[in-house]
């Protein structure tokens, strides 16, 4: 299931300089890291920062997406696991270490190694409310899944022509460092299909791509505005995305922000709330507008204005052209991705490495 975050404060790491021109469109970069501890394994790097498009520079709009949040913006912390928390997770690491796993047909995939870190199995304990085996059920069935559904090898050419229109789109970071994942249903341009549903994975994986050091979850920005009941999802589509993201992403959501909701899609969530875990609806946020008396809109409390569309109340003055952000985000999720792994196999390729130090972090979680 999908319940409550916090994740661990996320320590600095290192960028790469910008372009001057690059500074009205992108915010400062986070400070330098500091020496890493004399027994760390690896000296790990901060996250390739690619540099702004040409036609950012010339049209003065955003084009892209943001590739680290504003300096201000940081993870909730989790809580340290207390000593018979820990013991748990010891015990779910034992078993997810094992040559071969119970329900699994054959032994673990590399790739599938490198998924099975700290953080996930803690986040799969969490969900589990701390009972071994069920979160060791909830590990192999998510691996299976995996295997069936295979998310890390959805191909972008494949899922491309489902964004040409903009219906989704990653756009900074909320002000706990969340990648925003936008949803916008006006935008809706295909049939309902099984690729609509990869769409929605497929960029999931892209937004976990871009978390930063110590964040695990995701903020999902719902925008409503100009959607008709034919562009909206079916129940049965709703369904199928909430049985995904509670069964193979437990502990991603840290929060849902709900903007311009016509009458019909409060039907609809009236209509799925029974489906959703409480802790799930307890994150789901419906900001106001702001009024022409020149209140702020309640979704700067959410985001910041810097990463935040003018449309909906923010500064950025977004564009999407699938051509120049299609590319754009592909690349540099691809970089992430490639950062990570190499970082992985350099620390033992190991089951239950440390997401902090994998996505560039400075400070190591020891098991």
């Not at 996320?10 to 027994?39: C, E, H, K």
């Not at 592909?330 to 130090?357: A, F, H, P, Q, T």
Request: with cysteine; net charge neutral.
């Amino acid at each position: 299931m999908l319940t409550a975050e916090p994740a661990a404060a996320a320590p600095a790491t290192a960028s790469a300089p910008r372009p001057a021109a690059a500074q009205a469109l992108a915010p400062p970069s986070p400070p330098s890291p500091a020496p890493a501890p004399v027994d760390s394994p690896t000296l790990p790097s901060g996250p390739y920062i690619p540099p702004p498009h040409p036609e950012e520079l010339t049209s003065g709009k955003k084009l892209t997406p943001f590739d680290v949040p504003l300096p201000q913006c940081i993870p909730i912390p989790h809580p340290p696991p207390t000593p018979e928390q820990q013991i748990k997770y010891n015990d779910l690491l034992a078993q997810a270490s094992a040559p071969a796993l119970q329900g699994l047909p054959t032994p673990l995939l590399l790739h599938e190694k490198m998924f099975l870190t700290r953080e996930c199995l803690l986040r799969y304990l969490r969900a589990a409310k701390w009972d071994v085996p069920t979160a060791f059920t909830r590990v192999v069935s998510t691996l299976l899944w995996r295997r069936e559904y295979a998310p890390h090898a959805l191909s972008p050419d494949h899922i491309s022509p489902e964004n040409e229109t903009g219906k989704q789109w990653l756009l900074g970071y909320d002000l706990n460092a969340r990648p925003c994942l936008s949803l916008n249903p006006a935008r809706q341009n295909t049939n309902p299909s099984d690729r609509q549903i990869q769409h929605l994975v497929f960029m999931l994986e892209r937004a976990i791509d871009l978390m930063p050091p110590g964040q695990e979850t995701l903020a999902l920005k719902i925008d409503f505005a100009g959607a008709t009941s034919g562009k909206t999802p079916t129940l049965s589509t709703g369904k199928q995305v909430l049985s995904i993201l509670q069964n193979h992403y437990p502990e991603r959501l840290g929060k849902a922000i709900n903007l311009s909701l016509p009458w019909f899609v409060s039907a609809f969530y009236k209509l799925i709330t029974p489906f959703v875990d409480p802790l799930t609806r307890e994150k789901l946020v419906f900001p106001a507008k702001g009024g022409k008396d020149g209140a702020q809109p309640e979704i700067i409390n959410y985001v910041p204005k810097e990463h935040l569309e003018k449309e909906v109340g923010g500064s950025c003055q977004f564009e999407y052209s699938h051509g120049i952000y299609w590319g754009a985000l592909v690349e540099l999720c691809e970089r992430r991705r490639g950062e990570y792994e190499r970082r992985w196999k350099e620390r033992g390729e190991r089951i239950g490495d440390s997401e902090v130090v994998l996505r560039g972090g400075m400070e190591e979680v020891k098991n």
